[in-house]
């Protein structure tokens, strides 16, 4: 079955800086596209960014503060954070689209904190 791993969120303060990871379990079926959403606390969910197999990538707002990046090998999309604000204190979430029908899936979730 697949399942997408997630890791790297936590605590950090306003300025502080992340990098998140998710790694896809492989699968017979190659990755199309892969990114992040993430959720705050009583706001709906929103794209942070995705990124395909070719490493076309696209951002929702992240303002130049955040980068996706992929390592198609290892079935891992990463978010690097930089200049984090309390804005971006959100849950997480990592998507893999699986072929033939790009088919998404979803990590649990890691938890990014920042404090002011």
């Known amino acids: 079955q697949v399942q997408l791993v997630e890791s790297g969120g936590g605590l950090v303060q306003d300025g502080g800086s992340l990098r998140l990871s998710c790694a896809a379990s492989r699968s017979r079926f190659s990755i199309n596209a892969m990114g992040w959403y993430r959720q705050a606390p009583g706001k709906q969910r929103e794209l942070v960014a995705g990124i395909t197999s070719g490493g076309r990538t696209n951002y929702a707002d992240s303002k130049g503060r955040f980068t996706i990046s992929r390592d198609n090998a290892k079935n891992t999309v990463y978010l690097q954070m930089n200049n984090l604000k309390p804005e971006d204190t959100a849950v997480y979430y990592c998507?893999?689209?699986?072929?033939?029908?790009?088919?998404?899936?979803w990590g649990q979730g890691t938890r990014v904190t920042v404090s002011s």
């Open positions: 998507f893999a689209d699986y072929q033939p029908y790009n088919h998404r899936y």
